[in-house]
């Protein structure tokens, strides 16, 4: 399986050969800033098995957890693409409105819902969990 995305402007690109590990929308306070008000969706892939074209910016932030993350986002355009946990290198969340072909990022979980506004649309479809689901 190959999966391909890119950022708004075009200037950052990148190429997957890994199957995904798993699909989350989050709806964790900072999720709400880099969403513009609604959640994200990431999908987990192994991060050795992509290849990114272009150049990152890096937002660094330590989570409640502690963890060391890195919010890597388009320096031209601003758009949010990668997230890593510094304690978890052998995985890469990839931001699923990057993905060329979105319908792969169908999120099997719903997360951190404890954060999410009143108005928030979930889905009764899928499981939610309150805050932060076990490592995938
Ligand atoms: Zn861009
Ligand atoms: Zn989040």
């Given at each position: 399986?190959?999966?391909?995305?890119?950022?708004?402007?075009?200037?950052?690109?990148?190429?997957?050969?890994?199957?995904?590990?798993?699909?989350?929308?989050?709806?964790?306070?900072?999720?709400?800033?880099?969403?513009?008000?609604?959640?994200?969706?990431?999908v987990?892939?192994?991060?050795?098995?992509?290849?990114?074209?272009?150049?990152?910016?890096?937002?660094?932030?330590?989570?409640?957890?502690?963890?060391?993350?890195?919010?890597?986002?388009?320096?031209?355009?601003?758009?949010?693409?990668?997230?890593?946990?510094?304690?978890?290198?052998?995985?890469?969340f990839v931001r699923?409105?990057?993905?060329?072909?979105?319908?792969?990022?169908?999120?099997?979980?719903?997360?951190?819902?404890?954060?999410?506004?009143?108005?928030?649309?979930?889905?009764?479809?899928?499981?939610?969990?309150?805050?932060?689901?076990?490592?995938?």
């Open positions: 399986m190959i999966t391909t995305g890119q950022c708004l402007c075009g200037a950052v690109r990148y190429r997957i050969t890994a199957e995904p590990i798993t699909t989350r929308a989050c709806w964790c306070r900072l999720c709400q800033y880099i969403g513009a008000g609604s959640n994200t969706v990431n987990g892939f192994p991060s050795s098995a992509i290849t990114i074209e272009g150049t990152l910016a890096d937002y660094r932030s330590v989570a409640d957890s502690g963890n060391v993350m890195h919010r890597r986002f388009c320096p031209t355009c601003g758009t949010a693409m990668f997230s890593e946990a510094e304690s978890r290198p052998h995985l890469i699923a409105g990057t993905l060329d072909d979105r319908e792969i990022a169908r999120p099997a979980v719903i997360i951190w819902t404890s954060q999410a506004p009143s108005w928030a649309c979930l889905d009764d479809s899928i499981p939610r969990i309150e805050g932060q689901p076990p490592p995938a």
